[in-house]
């Protein structure tokens, strides 16, 4: 695949992805209600499949996807079987194939999301452009780890209280989510970041595509697609929806004051995420490009 053609098909998947977030409310209650769970994670994952190989290489994809598959999944068991770390809750059926407890779907959702949250901690920190250091182990996962935890805040109340996807038992002050559930979520993830900066480092021989002087598209695809996740939940607080949804505590949520919360949530976390990288690319692009011609956005 030629750069020019790899370039175009991530462009095609984020405008697509993008469009899919932004109508999701309108979408629902129409026969392509049904794929929304697959939609919004392999659409991600086919972003990484066609990202990854070139910024990574296909050796630290592969090894970056077994990190996450495994640790996420283990965690995930655990805490179905024990309450630890995330609380005490199970999936419904509505994501389809379960392996073991948990449905096969959610581990390439993690991976997709880690993968964009690691490199947008990169940077963040101005790591990108530069080789696997010693930050990679300490300020790397810390920052993907928030980044990631960010996307979950957003997310979980819809997911879980409104959609049903998994179930709290015993409810949560979060719109029917427990404070463990995001603590347990930072814990995970940053096994996931932390094992694979050791990963990373230890295949430092094979170059990362990334690493010295590089085009910029590839960060600014990056932080497209981060952008394209907010874009979920900013729709469903615009869209007003009514009603009311009853958690198995027994509280009762008001379907507008969920949305609109995760709204409000969104914008100051992942929003503001995505134009701080995008801002820190620009600037690096700009200050390049008087020793480099500066390569086209899209």
């Not at 949560?172 to 970041?193: D, E, I, K, Q, R």
């Not at 004051?257 to 949530?265: A, E, K, N, P, Y």
Request: charged share 15%; aromatic share 14%; net charge positive.
């Amino acid at each position: 695949m030629t750069e020019r053609t790899r370039n175009r098909a991530i462009w095609i998947v984020f405008v697509a992805f993008a469009l899919f977030s932004a109508t999701k409310p309108w979408l629902k209650a129409t026969p392509l209600e049904r794929f929304f769970p697959a939609i919004t994670i392999l659409a991600p994952l086919l972003f990484v499949l066609l990202h990854g190989p070139r910024q990574i290489g296909w050796r630290r994809v592969a090894g970056f996807f077994a990190i996450a598959f495994v640790v996420s999944w283990i965690y995930e068991t655990l805490s179905i079987a024990t309450g630890f770390p995330f609380g005490a809750y199970h999936y419904s059926d509505r994501m389809g194939p379960k392996l073991g407890e948990v449905p096969v779907l959610i581990m390439p959702a993690y991976f997709a999301v880690c993968y964009l949250s690691w490199h947008l901690a990169r940077l963040l920190l101005d790591r990108a452009g530069e080789p696997a250091g010693r930050s990679d182990h300490v300020a790397v996962p810390l920052v993907a780890s928030f980044v990631m935890v960010m996307w979950d805040m957003s997310m979980d109340p819809a997911r879980a209280t409104i959609g049903g996807a998994w179930i709290w038992h015993d409810g949560g002050a979060y719109f029917g989510v427990p404070f463990s559930n995001f603590m347990g979520w930072f814990l995970c993830v940053w096994t996931v970041f932390v094992a694979y900066s050791l990963l990373d480092r230890r295949m430092q021989s094979v170059r990362d595509a990334e690493a010295g002087p590089a085009p910029t598209t590839p960060r600014y695809q990056v932080i497209a697609l981060y952008g394209a996740l907010f874009l979920e939940f900013a729709a469903y607080a615009a869209a007003g929806v009514e009603g009311s949804v009853k958690d198995p505590a027994g509280q009762v949520w008001q379907l507008r004051d969920i949305h609109q919360s995760l709204g409000l949530v969104s914008i100051f976390t992942m929003l503001f995420v995505t134009i701080l990288a995008f801002l820190k690319v620009r600037q690096a692009d700009r200050t390049a490009g008087a020793d480099t011609p500066r390569e086209r956005v899209a």
